[in-house]
């Protein structure tokens, strides 16, 4: 089975939102954020879609797709903010910003997902 989101008003296909994290910090820390926000979530709906975390030479990368824009704000508010808080105390900040792509393209078939 294929996923396509489309708009219920007008029936187009919805584009998800995706992201790229690029963080200058050790491996480390994501894996003590990540373990957090696993525990914390559960089977709670956040309208993620893709979640990929990867070691690079100068730290770790994260790249998301999320349904919308609005679910990765909401996921990062109440969520991953007070897990990175959790970790790191609560003024940490682990990287600048993430920039966001158009993803033109995604199946995870297991999943029975294509965008």
Known sequence: ???L???AADHTLLMPY?????????IEAYDAVHATIMAA????????????GRPTETGFQIIEVWESKEHSDRFGREIAAPAIAKAFGPD????????????????????GLAI
């Open 18 to 26: 995706s992201l790229i994290y690029d963080v200058p910090a050790p």
């Open 1 to 3: 089975m294929f996923l």
């Open 41 to 52: 979530v559960g089977d709670i709906e956040t309208g993620m879609l893709l979640h990929i």
């Open 92 to 111: 940490a900040q682990i990287g600048p910003p993430p920039v966001e792509f158009e993803l033109r393209g995604l199946v995870v078939p297991s999943a």
């Open 5 to 7: 989101r489309l708009c």
